[in-house]
């Protein structure tokens, strides 16, 4: 307590005791302390309470917007496109010999073997290894989470349709049952102590398919399940929507670009009136003595047309809009800014928009790029590489694939993980740009294949055939192959100089 406290305590203990407390709260951090106009919100819920009481809405939200914004499924497809890609993340065999040289025989044999897998990798062979790995990515990014589950092995009413019997189930985020035991199991899906994860407790069908019997959940061992997740806190068992922070932009966004595209709609429709004279004139006929009571005239709307029939002290006037507002390209535009931001997004790639100049184009480009780098690492640390390793086990227990002597079984897993390349914005720049490196010998060309998303080994094969084919069709020309008059021309140039 403060001196000034202290004395004031014994003659008026209620007062010193409020001055000290006052003391304390202008002690804090300014914005611990609410104001009339500043309320500071706060939540000090746990992770997992928060999305206890806001999973699903969130998730319906999202799945609400992508199917009915077009900015929201933009924003998808562009994350997607950059984090998973075209190709799919690829996966390059890495297996060493014991004298830690690469095993090219054997890791070309998995590659082979891996490749025919990837025709058919998820149980209702409907989907590529490509695609497979977009659908989870789109899945992870808008839901929040996404599940696959790996069936080994022989299965009865299952024919994996590859050399390796191994399938992945792909299942959406409502497959998980949402209950909580308040110890073990939390939001349908239960914990150690030390928070590893244990087991799932899963529907077998989509609980929100209408035409879908759902029985109870099942247990199932966490060992073959690959949860994918997006999660901002600690311990946090399920997966939050990638658009949870900027929904409600989306939603008041989509609400103000609909009001200006009615509006736009309204004005474009011409609309005119008839301004009359004095009020005098108001019902009166257009007969000659004026004692009419006025008939109804009807005005035909067409290009050049010429009114003949109104009457003294009227004039045709016509509403005039200024829909779409002017401020409706800046708002906008600072909105997807700002939702850009909210989703690690590129703005420029969300709003077709690329107006800058190179220099400014590629550094926005590089400082995204490192936000979509993010992304697909751990797309791959969670989806990829668990899926893969799981391969390779079936590959060899299966007998598919029987791994030498000389092979280092340490290595037997590794492999090195394609994410897309960052898209070159302008060649004739980037390729000098590279050219530099590697005659400063700071880089290789691995490395650079590796960059722009290519396997250098397949690179290499290529051209080797590539060079086999030209010399067999006699398209290349060497030193020892020059024209015939050649030397004919060379010295008529020496004669002129």
Same mark, same amino acid.
């Given at each position: 307590?403060?001196?000034?406290? +202290?004395?004031?305590?014994?003659?008026?203990?209620?007062?010193?005791?409020?001055?000290?407390?006052?003391?304390?709260?202008?002690?804090?951090?300014?914005?611990?302390?609410?104001?009339?106009?500043?309320?500071?919100?706060?939540?000090?819920?746990?992770?997992?309470?928060?999305?206890? +009481?806001?999973?699903?809405?969130?998730?319906?939200?999202?799945?609400?917007?992508?199917?009915?914004?077009?900015?929201?499924?933009?924003?998808? !497809?562009?994350?997607?496109?950059?984090?998973?890609?075209?190709?799919?993340?690829?996966?390059?065999?890495?297996?060493? +010999?014991?004298?830690?040289?690469?095993?090219?025989?054997?890791?070309?044999?998995?590659?082979?073997?891996?490749?025919?897998?990837?025709?058919?990798?998820?149980?209702?062979?409907?989907?590529?290894?490509?695609?497979?790995?977009?659908?989870?990515?789109?899945?992870?990014?808008?839901?929040?989470?996404?599940?696959?589950?790996?069936?080994?092995?022989?299965?009865?009413?299952?024919?994996?349709?590859? %050399?390796?019997?191994?399938?992945?189930?792909?299942?959406?985020?409502?497959?998980?049952?949402?209950?909580?035991?308040?110890?073990?199991?939390?939001?349908?899906?239960?914990?150690?102590?030390?928070?590893?994860?244990?087991?799932?407790? $899963?529907?077998? %069908?989509?609980?929100?398919?209408?035409?879908?019997?759902?029985?109870?959940?099942? +247990?199932?061992?966490?060992?073959?399940?690959?949860?994918?997740?997006?999660?901002?806190?600690?311990?946090?068992?399920?997966?939050?929507?990638?658009?949870?922070?900027?929904?409600?932009?989306?939603?008041?966004?989509?609400?103000?670009?609909?009001?200006?595209?009615?509006?736009?709609?309204?004005?474009?429709?011409?609309?005119?009136?008839?301004?009359?004279?004095? =009020?005098?004139?108001?019902?009166?006929?257009?007969?000659?003595?004026?004692?009419?009571?006025?008939?109804?005239?009807?005005?035909?709307?067409?290009?050049?047309?010429?009114?003949? !029939? $109104?009457?003294?002290?009227?004039?045709?006037?016509?509403?005039?809009? !200024?829909?779409?507002?002017?401020?409706?390209? =800046?708002?906008?535009?600072?909105?997807?800014?700002?939702?850009?931001?909210?989703?690690?997004?590129?703005?420029?790639?969300?709003?077709?928009?690329?107006?800058?100049?190179?220099?400014?184009?590629?550094?926005?480009?590089?400082?995204?790029?490192?936000?979509?780098?993010?992304?697909? !690492?751990?797309?791959?640390?969670?989806?990829?590489?668990?899926?893969?390793?799981?391969?390779?086990?079936?590959?060899?227990?299966?007998?598919?694939?029987?791994?030498?002597?000389?092979?280092?079984?340490?290595?037997?897993?590794?492999?090195?993980?394609?994410?897309?390349?960052?898209?070159?914005?302008?060649?004739?720049?980037?390729?000098?740009?590279?050219?530099?490196?590697?005659?400063?010998?700071?880089?290789?060309?691995?490395?650079?294949?590796?960059?722009?998303?290519?396997? =250098?080994?397949?690179?290499?094969?290529?051209?080797? %055939?590539?060079?086999?084919?030209?010399?067999?069709?006699?398209?290349?020309?060497?030193?020892?192959?020059?024209?015939?008059?050649?030397?004919?021309?060379?010295?008529?140039?020496?004669?002129?100089?």
């Amino acid at each position: 307590m403060r001196i000034l406290n +202290k004395i004031i305590s014994p003659f008026s203990p209620a007062w010193a005791l409020k001055r000290e407390r006052a003391s304390k709260i202008l002690a804090a951090y300014e914005s611990a302390q609410p104001s009339r106009t500043r309320k500071n919100p706060a939540d000090n819920s746990s992770g997992n309470a928060l999305m206890a +009481k806001a999973g699903n809405t969130l998730r319906g939200q999202a799945r609400h917007l992508e199917q009915n914004h077009d900015l929201c499924r933009g924003v998808l !497809n562009t994350l997607v496109a950059y984090v998973v890609g075209a190709k799919g993340i690829g996966i390059e065999c890495q297996v060493l +010999k014991k004298d830690g040289t690469l095993h090219k025989e054997f890791s070309d044999e998995l590659q082979h073997l891996f490749k025919d897998w990837s025709r058919k990798p998820e149980t209702t062979h409907q989907y590529s290894w490509a695609k497979t790995q977009r659908m989870v990515a789109r899945s992870w990014l808008r839901d929040g989470e996404a599940l696959s589950k790996s069936i080994m092995g022989i299965v009865p009413t299952l024919n994996h349709g590859t %050399k390796v019997p191994y399938s992945i189930e792909l299942l959406e985020a409502d497959h998980i049952a949402d209950y909580s035991d308040g110890q073990n199991i939390v939001q349908g899906i239960e914990h150690n102590g030390w928070g590893q994860q244990t087991y799932f407790h $899963l529907y077998d %069908k989509n609980p929100l398919d209408g035409s879908a019997y759902t029985t109870g959940a099942r +247990k199932i061992s966490a060992g073959i399940i690959d949860h994918i997740k997006f999660t901002d806190r600690l311990r946090q068992a399920r997966g939050v929507s990638i658009f949870a922070s900027v929904l409600n932009r989306l939603n008041d966004l989509k609400d103000y670009e609909e009001s200006e595209r009615i509006a736009a709609k309204i004005s474009a429709s011409m609309a005119a009136y008839i301004k009359k004279g004095s =009020p005098d004139s108001f019902g009166l006929g257009n007969s000659d003595d004026g004692e009419g009571e006025g008939e109804e005239r009807e005005f035909s709307m067409g290009a050049g047309m010429i009114w003949d !029939n $109104l009457q003294a002290g009227e004039e045709v006037g016509t509403i005039q809009s !200024n829909r779409p507002s002017q401020l409706l390209e =800046p708002f906008r535009n600072a909105m997807l800014k700002a939702i850009a931001a909210g989703t690690g997004s590129g703005y420029s790639s969300i709003s077709k928009s690329y107006d800058g100049t190179y220099s400014a184009q590629r550094q926005e480009l590089i400082e995204q790029w490192i936000q979509y780098a993010v992304l697909s !690492n751990e797309f791959i640390q969670q989806f990829v590489e668990p899926t893969y390793m799981r391969f390779v086990k079936m590959a060899v227990a299966s007998g598919q694939i029987k791994v030498p002597e000389d092979v280092d079984v340490r290595t037997l897993f590794d492999a090195d993980y394609l994410p897309p390349s960052m898209p070159w914005i302008d060649p004739k720049k980037e390729a000098e740009g590279h050219a530099r490196l590697l005659e400063l010998k700071i880089t290789s060309p691995q490395k650079i294949m590796r960059q722009r998303g290519d396997n =250098p080994t397949d690179i290499l094969d290529q051209n080797e %055939k590539w060079e086999k084919e030209l010399i067999a069709r006699g398209l290349t020309i060497t030193e020892k192959e020059q024209p015939a008059n050649a030397g004919a021309s060379k010295k008529e140039d020496d004669d002129d100089e």
